[in-house]
């Protein structure tokens, strides 16, 4: 089992920067995959980004590409989604997620998942 916990959203002015952090706890961290998603009022929940065990690989949204960057230390457990010019699009409430296999953007396919951090990022 693995505890993912979720913090650092906030409201913020379009343009803005807002750092996310999941803090896990339970199994080894370092086997796991991590990934972000969000969901926004009235839409399914997407990809955002995800980051290997070891930090080596990353994927993005196309929709994010170049604004947020995943990061992980795996001596704090902890995932990071750093969220540079922030757009209203980006309101949603943004979730971290587990999976003990290799990296994706398949939401169905990660076992352990945050309660989520409300991003409200106003025009």
């Known amino acids: 089992q693995v505890q993912l916990v979720e913090s650092g959203g906030g409201l913020v002015q379009a343009g803005g920067s807002l750092r996310l952090s999941c803090a896990a706890s339970?199994?080894?961290?370092?086997?796991?995959?991590m990934g972000w998603f969000r969901q926004a009022p009235g839409k399914e929940r997407e990809f955002v980004a995800s980051?290997?065990?070891?930090?080596?690989?990353?994927k993005y949204a196309d929709s994010v590409k170049g604004r947020f960057t995943i990061s992980r230390n795996n001596a704090k457990t902890t995932v990071y989604l750093q969220m540079n010019s922030l757009k209203p699009e980006d309101t949603a409430v943004y979730y971290c997620?587990?999976?003990?296999?290799?990296?994706?953007?398949?939401?169905?396919?990660?076992?352990?998942w945050g309660q989520g951090t409300q991003v409200t990022v106003s025009s």
């Open positions: 997620a587990a999976r003990p296999l290799g990296y994706s953007d398949y939401a169905a396919s990660y076992a352990y």
């Open positions: 980051i290997s065990w070891d930090g080596g690989s990353t």
């Open positions: 339970g199994r080894t961290f370092r086997g796991y995959a």
